[in-house]
């Protein structure tokens, strides 16, 4: 379950905040209590590599069942997963270059 703040948290206690989002391994969700709706999602970085990873695995199942029922051609799992953790790891590196 996501930890609310009020946003106001976020300039009062930006330390502790920040603190929280990269060891407490839960996303921070900041609220505006005027408007009583999620303005910010505050996640770490490994959480964050961690979400897009999974939405990639996704989006290239999606991609690999098309292409199945395209061209009939299909590979294993392992050779998905490598492909899959190849182009992830090369995307990391061109982030933070």
Known sequence: M?????I???????????????EGGEPITLTDGEQSMDDII???????????FEAQLIEEADKAEEEFERT???????????????NRNEKIRN???
């Open 2 to 6: 996501d930890n609310v703040r009020p």
């Open 8 to 22: 106001s948290d976020l300039r009062n206690n930006l330390q502790e905040v920040l603190r929280q989002a990269r």
């Open 72 to 86: 009939g051609e299909c590979y294993t799992l392992d050779e998905l997963r490598d492909f899959l953790e190849k």
């Open 95 to 97: 982030r933070h270059s």
């Open 42 to 52: 505050i996640v770490s970085r490994e959480n964050l590599d961690k979400l897009l």
